[in-house]
């Protein structure tokens, strides 16, 4: 069955640079979360979308900016990355409020700022 | 606003030991609740989960029980493996209005030695 793919699953960038993690999540899913999560941290709740409008927002930086696009994959934009940026960068897929039932999650994307 | 504790590890156990991670909650109404597990390198994967009271949620050996009067959902293992070791968290689900995103512990590190 075709699960949540995200890419790229490893990403090196230096600081003040930009990053774009994409998430494509599973066929007929509305519903895209995005997480971080730090080393040795639970996962924090970033932003989510519903039908390509957000829906929620958490713990996201003002220099990070996401959109759903109209195929439903999702894209987080990092911009002026700091070190403290470095973590795994989840995303989760749902159908409408199938968040109940719990999400799937994507293998997430390793980010390192040097 | 909704919360979830968990014990902290690591909990290192010999293989064939019984295991039981504690998690309580707090939130209004009725949350769905989950476990998570997450191996080393990987993804977060939905183990088990309930979205009612008295509900018990199984999956490959695990159990754990929705406790209302208790505010519990505590993950036991009968006999426990080494391919079992992997961080677990526990994490409830809440819907109100367009408030929707699953809310996570702080994550268990379960260690089993041969």
């Known amino acids: 069955a075709a699960g949540v793919i995200q890419s790229p699953r490893h990403l090196i960038k230096e600081k003040r640079e930009t990053a774009t993690l994409k998430c494509y999540p599973i066929?007929?899913?509305?519903?895209v979360y995005w997480y971080q999560q730090g080393p040795g941290q639970d996962p924090q709740f970033l932003i989510s979308?519903?039908?390509?409008?957000?829906?929620d927002k958490g713990s996201i930086p003002d220099r990070f900016s996401a959109q759903q696009f109209s195929d439903y994959h999702s894209e987080l934009n990092m911009s002026s990355l700091e070190l403290g940026d470095s973590a795994l960068y989840f995303c989760?897929?749902?159908?409408?409020?199938?968040?109940?039932?719990?999400?799937?999650f994507g293998s997430g994307t390793r980010l390192t700022v040097v | 606003g909704n919360s979830v504790t968990q014990m902290e590890g690591p909990v290192t156990l010999s293989e064939e030991a019984f295991l039981t991670i504690n998690c309580t909650y707090t939130?209004?109404?009725?949350?769905?609740l989950f476990w998570y597990v997450q191996y080393p390198g990987e993804g977060l994967q939905l183990l088990l989960k309930?979205?009612?009271?008295?509900d018990k949620g199984s999956n490959k050996g695990f159990e754990a029980t929705y406790r209302k009067e208790t505010t519990s959902f505590h993950l036991e293992k009968g006999s426990v493996q080494v391919s079992d070791s992997a961080v677990y968290f526990c994490?409830?689900?809440?819907?109100?209005?367009?408030?929707?995103?699953?809310?996570f512990g702080i994550g268990t590190k379960l260690q089993v030695i041969p």
């Open positions: 989760a897929s749902s159908l409408g409020g199938g968040g109940a039932y719990g999400y799937t």
């Open positions: 979308f519903y039908e390509k409008m957000q829906s």
């Open positions: 994490a409830l689900y809440r819907s109100s209005g367009g408030y929707q995103k699953v809310t």
């Open positions: 939130a209004t109404g009725y949350p769905s």
């Open positions: 309930a979205t009612k009271a008295d």
């Open positions: 066929p007929r899913h509305d519903t």
